[in-house]
């Protein structure tokens, strides 16, 4: 389970957890009730699903609890990572991955660089939407 383990307490987001939340966890804030939600890169997490990260848990926190997000931070526990290669938003709910999102309608989001195979420096970065059919608008939020 991945835990935070370094981030600046002056650049974390404090917003009430609209499900339960664990330590590490990627999260976006939905645009239905303004709460935090594991985000995924495709939104099929339920209706308040986000396709935004915004941060990293900073610690868990259960649904109606506040949570702090840190979009910048150290965050350690993951496996067999590439070191130096980048880490996107996943399709699973609130996961990373290093295999770069090309899917058409799926949110592509850098949120960090391995720094070791268990370590990622976390920086969520700008989102953006693949189109893959028809022209080649890429939809930047």
């Not at 939600?37 to 649904?63: E, H, P, R, S």
């Not at 980048?86 to 991955?97: F, K, M, R, S, V």
């Not at 290093?98 to 070791?116: E, W, Y």
């Amino acid at each position: 389970m991945p835990i935070v383990t370094k981030y600046e307490s002056s650049e974390t987001y404090n917003v009430i957890a609209g499900v339960d939340i664990a330590e590490g966890q990627l999260c976006g804030i939905a645009d239905t009730n303004g709460k935090a939600y594991l985000a995924d890169n495709d939104a099929t997490q339920g209706a308040a699903a986000t396709d935004k990260a915004v941060g990293y848990a900073v610690k868990a926190a259960k649904a109606g609890k506040m949570v702090a997000l840190a979009p910048r931070c150290t965050v350690d526990g993951f496996s067999s990572l590439t070191v130096g290669g980048l880490c996107y938003l996943d399709a699973t709910a609130g996961g990373i991955t290093q295999t770069k999102p090309n899917t058409n309608g799926v949110v592509l989001q850098v949120v960090g660089t391995a720094r070791t195979a268990t370590e990622v420096l976390g920086n969520v970065g700008v989102p953006q939407k693949y189109q893959t059919a028809g022209n080649s608008t890429l939809t930047s939020y």
